[in-house]
């Protein structure tokens, strides 16, 4: 009987060809020893995604439901994993990542979750003073309580036994903010600030004052409130980022860089 893995990642996906290469080559080269398994949720992919996945080792399960809670819920209902880690396609992960996360779980028995902060790893220059300020305002508070105020879906990890479910009337930025919630009722999560993730700046390219007054207000803060108080999907997620062409951007991120 294979032995059962000590990691599952799940990383949903949506037309990601153009960056995922690049992501599980990052996990590929993760120093931690133990068994671990990525799974590719296809979420209606058109593209080359699902193939690229399979090539390069992944575990591929399809969730025709649109939607990225959707995605994570079915990616994580399919992890064999002790600890199933939320992550990212358009993400790279430095090579100490995992083994971090896997320390912080071992050191305290009370930990149901381990996150941290996500950095750009390109895009404009103020994205990534953004980037920096927001999760340094977070190591703030929590060095401060001891409470993960917020954590980036591109790096929660948490024990599968601790796991309630993600609500899929939620979009996207809701999926983190109420596992984190969640999380928290069920025991100790602790913030790693110096185990960041890399992440692509791409959806900052429509500027400050669109990130400022439409993304973060209305396609987190206020989507999130209001479906959360519903209990169903009222307001629906941002609109897809798209180049000109129609195609999901596919400059790739600066990965190899970043986790060497």
């Known amino acids: 009987m294979a032995e059962r893995p000590r990691f599952s990642i799940v ?4 037309n990601e060809a153009g960056y995922l290469t690049d992501a599980l080559l990052s996990l590929q080269k993760q120093d931690f020893d133990g068994v671990c398994e990525v799974i590719v949720v296809d979420n209606n992919c058109t593209d080359e995604t699902a193939g690229i996945a399979r090539d390069l080792g992944a575990r591929v399960v399809v969730e025709p439901v649109p939607g990225v809670c959707n995605a994570r819920q079915r990616g994580t209902e399919a992890a064999r994993g002790e600890i199933v880690v939320s992550a990212d396609a358009d993400t790279v992960y430095g090579r100490d990542w995992l083994s971090r996360i896997d320390a912080r779980f071992r050191g305290d028995g009370r930990v149901v979750a381990v996150v941290g902060p996500c950095r750009y790893a390109d895009g404009p220059r103020w994205g990534r003073l953004y980037g920096r300020m927001l999760f340094g305002m977070v190591n703030g508070v929590y060095r401060l309580t001891g409470r993960a105020m917020y954590a980036s879906a591109t790096n929660i990890a948490f024990r599968r036994e601790a ?3 993600y609500d899929t009337s ?3 930025g809701g999926d983190e903010l109420d596992q984190l919630r969640r999380l928290r009722k069920k ?6 600030h110096g185990n960041p993730t ?3 700046g791409r959806r900052l390219t429509r500027g400050l004052a ?5 993304t973060l207000p209305v396609h987190y803060m206020l989507t999130y409130a209001v479906n959360r ?3 169903r999907r009222v307001l629906g997620s941002a609109p897809a980022f798209r180049d000109a062409a129609g195609s999901f951007e596919a400059t790739p991120v600066a990965g190899r860089e970043a986790v060497r």
């Open 11 to 14: 990383i949903p996906c949506l």
């Open 163 to 165: 796991w309630t479910g």
């Open 170 to 172: 939620l979009t996207q």
């Open 187 to 192: 025991g100790r999560v602790v913030y790693d």
């Open 198 to 200: 890399h992440t692509s």
């Open 210 to 214: 669109y990130n400022l007054f439409v």
């Open 229 to 231: 108080v519903a209990g």
